[in-house]
């Protein structure tokens, strides 16, 4: 069921590619800590003991010139289309590039499902209503473990039809 669900959102390459920028630019995890169990190298040579917490910034990585282009601080869904012989379709980054689900043994597990909820959402509001901005809300983050918007999005729903 889940498989077939997948599939049939696979073809909403717009939709996706939204998405991705907004995990990109917004994860929700947007800090990552990792401590040794023992004492290593890493491959870039640099020594970390057990006493060495490792902080990776989702946050940062999302909006770096070198992984994603010039054009890293623009929200561009198209960034995510792969041209084929079948037309547009998705292109896949590497976990460890885009690590929103973190990437690894530890991956997130529920990558896939999230996805199709997020699709799943966004598909019957889109579809459903126009979605208008309330004007004057200011977005601001909150400080917690997961990044939120303190205030929330305030916006009008306006069926359509
Ligand atoms: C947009 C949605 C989601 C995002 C961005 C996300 C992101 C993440 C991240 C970054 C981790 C690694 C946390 C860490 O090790 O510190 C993680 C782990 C995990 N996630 Fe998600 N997640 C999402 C949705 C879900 C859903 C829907 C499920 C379950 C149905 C799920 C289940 C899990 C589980 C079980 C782990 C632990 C994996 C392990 O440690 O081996 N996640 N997720």
Same mark, same amino acid.
């Given at each position: 069921?889940?498989?077939?669900?997948?599939?049939?959102?696979?073809?909403?390459?717009?939709?996706?590619?939204?998405?991705?920028?907004?995990?990109?630019?917004?994860?929700?995890?947007?800090?990552?800590?990792?401590?040794?169990? %023992?004492?290593?190298?890493?491959?870039?040579?640099?020594?970390?003991?057990?006493?060495?917490? /490792? &902080?990776?910034?989702?946050?940062?990585?999302?909006?770096?010139?070198?992984?994603?282009?010039?054009?890293?601080? %623009?929200?561009?869904?198209?960034?995510?289309?792969?041209?084929?012989?079948?037309? /547009?379709? /998705?292109?896949?980054?590497?976990?460890?590039?885009?690590?929103?689900?973190?990437?690894?043994?530890?991956?997130?597990?529920?990558? %896939?499902?999230?996805?199709?909820?997020?699709?799943?959402?966004?598909?019957?509001? &889109?579809?459903?209503?126009?979605? %208008?901005?309330?004007?004057?809300?200011?977005?601001?983050?909150?400080?917690?473990?997961?990044?939120?918007?303190?205030?929330?999005?305030?916006?009008?729903?306006?069926?359509?039809?």
């Amino acid at each position: 069921m889940i498989t077939r669900l997948s599939g049939r959102l696979e073809g909403l390459v717009y939709l996706h590619g939204g998405l991705c920028e907004a995990l990109r630019l917004y994860p929700p995890l947007a800090l990552e800590h990792k401590a040794p169990s %023992e004492a290593d190298i890493l491959p870039t040579g640099h020594v970390v003991d057990k006493e060495t917490r /490792i &902080i990776l910034s989702i946050y940062s990585m999302g909006r770096m010139e070198g992984l994603w282009g010039e054009d890293c601080m %623009e929200f561009k869904p198209e960034r995510w289309f792969s041209k084929g012989a079948n037309g /547009i379709g /998705i292109k896949h980054e590497p976990s460890y590039k885009f690590p929103a689900f973190h990437a690894g043994p530890r991956t997130c597990l529920g990558k %896939e499902m999230g996805m199709i909820q997020m699709k799943m959402v966004a598909a019957a509001i &889109i579809c459903n209503y126009h979605v %208008e901005l309330v004007e004057g809300h200011v977005v601001c983050p909150s400080d917690s473990i997961i990044l939120q918007m303190k205030y929330g999005l305030k916006v009008r729903l306006l069926p359509i039809n």
